[in-house]
């Protein structure tokens, strides 16, 4: 049987670990996120994102990562308490985690193959690099750090009123 998405497991920013298999249905777009990058305003659409979508089906899934210039130092609950006091996140953020080498997340090396980036490459090139996932756990598409959330809401929107197959 294929991997999907729903067969790995994140660990929230307490430790606790949780299996993807609960966002089952759902339509998720999983970002990689840093609090000390040119990108971070990024926050502040995603939430949007979310608060617009997430009655339809929507989550999004934020894993910070200090792998690019040293922009997530801070520790797991630090990154917590910047994400609500700064950008008043509710969607989930979780415990920080290694997108490519040796010690990337099972999960990113997963979407990474689903969805290459430019030229075919596998790795990511930077912080809020983002990838949708369709109801069913397909990955149907990566966009770069720059692409603006706001940018994505089409391919959401397509996502969230097609629950069978949208690719």
């Excluded at 298999?21 to 998720?28: A, P």
Aim: charged share 25%; hydrophobic share 35%.
């Amino acid at each position: 049987m294929a991997v999907i998405i729903y067969d790995f497991e994140v660990e929230k920013a307490d430790g606790t670990r949780i299996p993807l298999r609960e966002y089952q249905g759902k339509v998720l777009l999983v970002v990689n996120t840093a609090s000390k990058c040119g990108f971070t305003p990024q926050y502040e659409g995603l939430q949007k994102l979310y608060e617009d979508y997430r009655d339809r089906g929507f989550e999004v899934l934020a894993f910070p990562c200090n792998q690019f210039g040293n922009q997530e130092p801070g520790s797991n609950e630090e990154i917590q308490t910047f994400c609500r006091t700064t950008y008043r996140v509710t969607f989930p953020v979780f415990a920080k985690v290694d997108v490519n080498g040796p010690n990337a997340h099972l999960l990113f090396e997963y979407l990474k193959k689903e969805a290459k980036g430019a030229l075919g490459t596998e790795a990511i090139k930077w912080n809020f690099t983002k990838f949708l996932v369709d109801r069913n756990g397909r990955v149907v598409k990566r966009y770069a750090p720059q692409t603006s959330p706001e940018s994505i809401r089409e391919d959401i929107e397509a996502c969230l009123g097609d629950a069978e197959s949208v690719s």
